[in-house]
C-alpha cells in the first residue's frame, strides 16, 4: 500500500499534469492558427502525453487502492507576442514539472514507499527526456525565428526519424489506452 503523503502528491501531481496537457493543446492551436503544421502537430502529439501521464498516475492509485482524484485546472495561456514564447512557456513548464517529480520521488523515499519510489523512476526518466527535447526545439526556434518554414523543415526531418517502439518499463494508463 502507498503512503497517504505519496498517494496525495500522487493526486496533486495528476492536476498538473492535466494542466500541462491543457496548455500543450492552447500551444498546438496557436501553431494551427499560424499555419505551422509541424509544430503544431509536435505541441498535439506532447499534450497527449502528458494526459497519458495523468492517466499512469490515475492507474498507479487504482492499482494501490488509494482514491485517485482528477481534480479542476486553471485556463492556460493562449496568447503569444511570438512563435518562440510557446517554446520557451513549454520549457519552463517541463522544468517545474521536473521539480515536481523529483519531490515525489523525495518523498517517496522519505515515506519507506517503495512502491511508489519505483514507479516514480519511470518519470524521473522521462523528465530528463522532456527537458531536453524542449531545450533542443527552443534553440532551433530562436535561431530560425525569422524563418518559420525552416522550423517546419527540421521538424518534419525530426519527426521522420524519429519513429521508435515503446518503452517496455512505462507504466499502464488507466482505462488500457495505449501508451
Known amino acids: 500500500m502507498t503512503s497517504t503523503a505519496f498517494a496525495d502528491a500522487v493526486n496533486e501531481q495528476i492536476g498538473h499534469e492535466y494542466a500541462a496537457h491543457q496548455q500543450y493543446v492552447a500551444i498546438a492551436v496557436f501553431y494551427d492558427a499560424q499555419t505551422l503544421p509541424h509544430l503544431a ?20 492509485l487504482l492499482d494501490q487502492d488509494a482514491g485517485p482524484i482528477v481534480p479542476g485546472i486553471k ?18 513548464q517541463e522544468k517545474m514539472v521536473t521539480e515536481q517529480i523529483n519531490a515525489m520521488a523525495a518523498l517517496a523515499r522519505d515515506e519507506g514507499d517503495f512502491a511508489g519510489e519505483q514507479f516514480i523512476q519511470w ?13 533542443n526545439l527552443l534553440t532551433v526556434v530562436e535561431r530560425l525565428i525569422d524563418s ?23 507504466p499502464a494508463q ?6
Open 75 to 92: 485556463p492556460p495561456k493562449t496568447d503569444f507576442d511570438d512563435i518562440a514564447a510557446p517554446v520557451s512557456l513549454a520549457l519552463e
Open 123 to 135: 518519470f524521473t526518466k522521462e523528465q530528463v527526456e522532456e527537458v531536453s527535447s524542449m531545450s
Open 41 to 60: 502537430q509536435f505541441f498535439y502529439k506532447q499534450a497527449l502525453e502528458e494526459r497519458g501521464h495523468a492517466m499512469m498516475m490515475v492507474q498507479y
Open 148 to 170: 518559420p518554414m525552416q522550423i517546419e523543415d527540421h521538424l518534419a526531418r525530426e519527426m521522420a526519424a524519429a519513429g521508435g517502439g515503446g518503452d517496455p518499463t512505462e
Open 174 to 179: 488507466a482505462g488500457g489506452a495505449p501508451a
